[in-house]
């Protein structure tokens, strides 16, 4: 079946440092990609996504690139903010049907000032 | 924007109690879903539903059960809670199938915790 592997963290960084969260997907098909956040105590909240092949979606400073020869959808951020932390989710789902929605684990991010 | 309610952040439930999670929608999404969220874990999709009284079991149904008596109203059952259960629940909904594929709408959760 369709899986998302994500490291579970806790990803500490500093103030301004350079964000990597890596993201790696295994699907029958073309999914779409998405990152969701999910703040402390609140639910998740879309963050970007990408619907095809070499798409880039970007937010608040946050992009990935859909990477079909890797399989990948790695998030990314220039420079960090305390309020950037959070639990991050990568997730794949299929156009059209019920686009149920297959998550990773979810990698924590905690920003230090 | 979108709006999804859940209507309790936090519930504490006795075993063996049956317990009622609900959540409300305000846009006439077709696609309804129920998930539970635990460390190490994820989030698991327990039952969705495509339309008013359609439901679908998802990867972990055992112990739940759901009800859709109106499209903007989606409720998680639980017949009789046990410690197991002890969770984050979260509802999600997403537009009708199309060609575009928006991702989802959470509600902020609900926290339950069985005693």
């Known amino acids: 079946g369709d899986s998302v592997t994500q490291m579970e963290g806790p990803v500490t960084l500093s103030e301004e440092a350079f964000l990597t969260i890596n993201c790696t997907y295994t699907a029958t098909g073309y999914p779409s990609l998405f990152w969701y956040v999910q703040y402390p105590g609140e639910g998740l909240q879309l963050l970007l996504k990408?619907?095809?092949?070499?798409d880039k979606g970007s937010n608040k400073g946050f992009e990935a690139t859909y990477r079909k020869e890797t399989t990948s959808f790695h998030l990314e951020k220039g420079s960090v903010q305390v309020s950037d932390s959070a639990v991050y989710f990568c997730a794949l789902s299929f156009s059209g049907g019920y686009q149920k929605v297959t998550f990773g684990i979810g990698t924590k991010l905690q920003v230090i000032p | 924007d979108v709006k999804v309610t859940q209507s309790s952040r936090y519930l504490v439930k006795r075993t063996g109690e049956k317990v009622f999670l609900e959540c409300v929608q305000d846009?006439?999404?077709?696609?309804m879903f129920w998930y539970r969220q635990d460390p190490g874990l994820g989030l698991r999709l327990i039952y969705f539903?495509?339309?008013?009284?359609?439901?679908e079991k998802g990867d972990i149904p055992e112990g739940y059960s759901v009800s859709r008596e109106k499209k903007e109203r989606f409720s998680l059952i639980l017949e009789s809670a046990s410690t197991n259960q002890t969770s984050m629940y979260l509802c999600a909904t997403t537009y009708p199938p199309s060609g575009t594929n928006y991702g989802y709408t959470f509600g902020s959760g609900t926290r339950l915790t069985v005693v």
């Open positions: 846009m006439d999404h077709e696609n």
């Open positions: 539903s495509y339309d008013v009284k359609m439901k």
């Open positions: 990408a619907t095809k092949a070499d």
